[in-house]
């Protein structure tokens, strides 16, 4: 503006310069001033070029007449000149001529006077021309003419070009200037500039507000039917008024502009919610959910959303399957007056928006549904009661993750709110492709969690074996971010006894579920052997450090089997490193696989249990009065440490009625629980209810003690113990001696007969027959005889040696070796357990007199073979 209304009385050059630079620049022919001067200087040179030479030859022409004529005159002058004739005849002629011949000089002497004025005239053009020139080039501040034709096209473009009004006035008062934009706002006669302000026809308020000069920042003014944000600002530098600035500012278009980014802000923000709140969980249908909660009231006011079949199992649907959806979401309305109600199943009409968008895989708007045949083809009924609630705009999209469609989300608007518009269904698709990805994930995660939930249910207890020692209840939960390794057993051993097992192997998924299996069937293998608790989990370790030895190898790339090219050389040899398992040193023996186990072994006839734990929480009592005790267990290390600390026994007499309850760490410690604070909670969940079943504990413990999300697995076993009846069990002392077989023989069929056991008296006589004449002959003292009356008759011999009997089979002409073969035809069950002091023969009868199948070689054959042995 400054260029518009110049810079009167401001001399100062832009920067300090020399002289030499200023004259420089003065001569500079690319700048206005230098053009001026060089244009000024040439015409003032050719000015008097041409006076000079007009002059010269005027001169010469003038002087060459004047010449002629004073030739004649003067010759005839000089010969009649008074004194000429007298000089010429005297004797000195040039003393007489001389002061003539200086008065002749002088005359020609005028030219060189001429040419000086001629060349001062030339001096005083140029000086002007160099004043002239300066100042101009002060007004322009010295640009190039090609940067002045460029600066003033693209003033002249941008000003005429903003969407916003300019209007440039005098200090008077008078419009100098206007662009096309405030000529649109304010429909501005053609001829308006030069005129002033009040003359133009504006609104009064406006009118005086522009012609008053006073400054103005976004005042809102009426112009026609339009609401202008006017801004004033005077356009002379350092306060000297010479003009003002106005612009104009449409605020309706601008109100627009506001609405279209907000709306665009809240979308954005609406994806961000979106990725924040959907997801959360790994679980299809609350997935769904979060979806239709995030969307209604911010895009749609109602949001529907169903899922295909195969994705509620986990499965990925095939393409050209049944598109048969669930719904799983219903947000907006309450559910019940939907026209399908979440759980529902329906197959949408083909040619409906619903099966367009799901066969497409693009969204499909319905702007009014008031005119869409299409979409009343689904359901008439239907359709004109959610017209009637006020539903008049649709978007179908359909839900898909890396090309599957997974099931469909239906956006819709009432009456209420604008309808849908074009830009809107890439929106929806936007929005729902984030649900898409989380629903995919969790359909996923549905198809791992649910392959191993089953497998570790398929590992785990499907039915608790039948015995008499225990009342057994137990639970066990998987924990919600994936199935983990807890398990727990009830085993029968020989002799009315039970074992009650729980373990955890840490960590979640199929490699968990997997080697609890393993470990569950080793300790079904080793309670077998009628191992005690110290023993099975010595025993029980080395299989976890085989285990971790093996994951070792295979992370290490080292196979299973033998050693390498390198034959026991090398880095991966045992040797100084101490490594003899053939496991590289920096893999460590720490325990890959990270396993806890806790073994009870309950024996009803005595009441005494006989437990250990390797790493495992030790159990809880609950009396038969209702105290609750956690019984001082030593302190053994987890599975897999390679026995580097002895596990040892701690040995509980419980009365009758007593609880046992064994637990994995997921019940009483979890992130926001501490240990000491989940075993304080259990006792006062177990204290609360002294004459609660097993079953009812386990409910009240899990009620009490139970997390919303558990983060680990949960194994919970309650038994309560029973004694055996004193009169159902009987003993006798055996001496070493074959005399005392018949007198033990007999005592033992009469108390079967006080039992009503008759019917098995013959076998019975001819197992204990075999059994403690074997025990006389190859055992020592101290001898015993036990029969125990329970589900089964029990027969225990034991005698003071480890010898155990093996069974072969005997040839024709053997005398011995049919003995124990007659013993496990005869009986279900036969084994031998071994006692710090020896070793007990076992054998188990069915009540009911049944016995075995008979193998090839039945019992009566082998008494047949004793018949025809001859005597010796």
Same mark, same amino acid.
């Given at each position: ?28 022919? &690319? ?417 791992? &969690? ?29 924990? &919600? ?392």
């Amino acid at each position: 503006m400054k260029e518009i209304f110049g810079r009167e009385g401001d001399d100062s050059p832009a920067s300090p310069r020399s002289p030499g630079q200023r004259l420089r620049s003065l001569l500079n022919g &690319h700048s206005v001033a230098g053009q001026v001067w060089v244009l000024q200087l040439a015409l003032a040179v050719l000015l008097v070029v041409a006076a000079v030479l007009a002059l010269v030859f005027q001169a010469q022409d003038a002087s060459t007449r004047e010449a002629r004529q004073l030739s004649v005159v003067g010759a005839e002058s000089f010969a009649h000149a008074p004194g000429i004739r007298a000089a010429m005849r005297s004797a000195d002629p040039g003393a007489l001529l001389q002061p003539q011949a200086e008065e002749a000089r002088k005359v020609v002497d005028q030219l060189p006077l001429l040419l000086g004025s001629a060349a001062g005239a030339l001096l005083l053009v140029t000086g002007g021309a160099a004043l002239v020139s300066r100042r101009l080039r002060r007004q322009t501040r010295g640009p190039h003419p090609a940067e002045m034709r460029r600066m003033y096209d693209h003033h002249d473009a941008v000003l005429h070009a903003v969407r916003e009004g300019v209007l440039i006035l005098s200090s008077d008062g008078r419009l100098l200037l206007a662009n096309d934009e405030a000529r649109r706002l304010l429909e501005l006669p053609a001829d308006a500039e030069r005129r002033p302000v009040t003359d133009l026809g504006l609104e009064p308020q406006l009118s005086a507000l522009l012609s008053s000069g006073q400054e103005a920042t976004d005042e809102v003014l009426l112009a026609g039917d339009r609401l202008l944000a006017v801004n004033v600002r005077p356009t002379a530098p350092r306060g000297r008024p010479a003009g003002t600035v106005a612009t104009l500012r449409d605020t309706s278009e601008l109100r627009v502009l506001a609405g279209r980014a907000g709306v665009a802000q809240e979308r954005l923000k609406l994806i961000y919610d979106a990725g924040l709140r959907i997801g959360t969980t790994l679980d299809v249908g609350r997935t769904a959910e979060e979806l239709a909660a995030v969307a209604v009231a911010r895009f749609a006011d109602v949001v529907t959303v169903e899922l295909l079949e195969p994705v509620l199992r986990g499965d990925e649907p095939a393409a050209g399957a049944s598109a048969e959806l669930r719904r799983m979401a219903v947000d907006g309305v309450p559910e019940e007056s939907a026209i399908y109600r979440v759980g529902e199943v329906l197959r949408y009409v083909p040619g409906t928006p619903m099966a367009t968008g799901l066969t497409s895989g693009r969204p499909v708007l319905v702007g009014d549904l008031r005119g869409s045949d299409a979409w009343r083809r689904q359901d008439p009924e239907g359709t004109q009661r959610v017209l009637d609630a006020g539903i008049r705009s649709l978007i179908a999209v359909p839900l898909q993750a890396r090309g599957v469609a997974l099931g469909l989300v239906n956006y819709w608007r009432s009456a209420a709110s604008d309808a849908f518009e074009e830009e809107d269904p890439a929106f929806a698709e936007e929005l729902t492709a984030r649900a898409a990805v989380a629903v995919d994930n969790a359909r996923r995660y549905t198809r791992e &969690h649910t392959t191993a939930v089953t497998l570790q249910r398929s590992l785990l207890p499907q039915t608790l074996p039948e015995q008499s020692a225990l009342e057994v209840a137990h639970r066990y939960l998987p924990a &919600h971010a994936g199935v983990g390794g807890d398990w727990f057993d009830v085993i029968p051993l020989p002799g009315a006894r039970v074992a009650l097992v729980v373990g955890d192997v840490v960590g979640h998924g199929l490699h968990a579920a997997a080697t609890m299996g393993r470990l569950r069937t080793a300790v079904h293998n080793f309670s077998a052997l009628d191992l005690p608790p110290d023993e099975l989990l010595n025993h029980l370790d080395e299989l976890v450090t085989h285990i971790d030895t093996d994951e070792a190898r295979a992370a290490a790339g080292l196979g299973t089997g033998g050693r390498g090219a390198d034959d026991g050389e090398g880095p991966w040899s045992g040797g100084a490193d101490g490594d003899t398992d053939g496991v590289p040193a920096h893999l460590g023996r720490t325990g890959i696989t990270g396993a806890t186990c806790l073994y009870a072994i309950y024996d009803p006839v005595t009441g005494r249990a006989t437990l250990a734990t390797a790493g495992h929480p030790g159990p809880a009592v609950i009396r038969p009065a209702g105290t609750v005790s956690f019984p001082e267990v030593p302190v053994s290390p987890p599975l897999g440490l390679g026995g580097s600390v002895p596990v040892e026994i701690t040995e509980l007499t419980l009365s009758e009625g007593s609880r046992l309850v064994l637990y994995t760490d997921g019940l009483v410690e979890n992130r926001d629980r501490d240990i000491a604070t989940g075993l304080e909670q259990l006792r006062t969940a177990l204290a609360a209810g002294a004459d609660r079943t097993p079953e009812e504990t386990c409910s009240a413990v899990l009620d009490a003690m139970l997390p919303d999300h558990p983060s680990d697995d949960i194994a919970l076993l309650v038994a309560r113990t029973q004694l055996l009846e004193p009169a159902r069990v009987a003993e006798w002392e055996v001496p070493s001696d074959p005399a005392a077989v018949a007198p033990v023989r007999a005592g033992c069929l009469r108390m079967l007969e006080s039992w009503g056991l008759a019917a098995i008296d013959f076998t019975t006589e001819l197992i204990l027959s075999e059994l403690i004449t074997n025990a006389i002959r190859y055992g020592a003292q101290p001898i015993r005889v036990r029969l125990l009356y329970d589900r089964a008759l029990i027969c225990e011999v034991s005698d003071g040696t480890s010898a155990s009997p093996h069974l072969r089979r005997a040839a024709t002409t053997d005398e011995g070796g049919r003995g124990l073969f007659l013993v496990a035809q005869f009986a279900h069950r036969w084994g031998t357990r071994y006692t710090p002091g020896g070793k007990v023969i076992w054998t188990e009868q069915s009540l009911d007199g049944s016995r075995p199948e008979p193998g090839p070689d039945s019992a009566e054959d082998v008494l047949d073979q004793w018949d025809d042995v001859p005597a010796l």
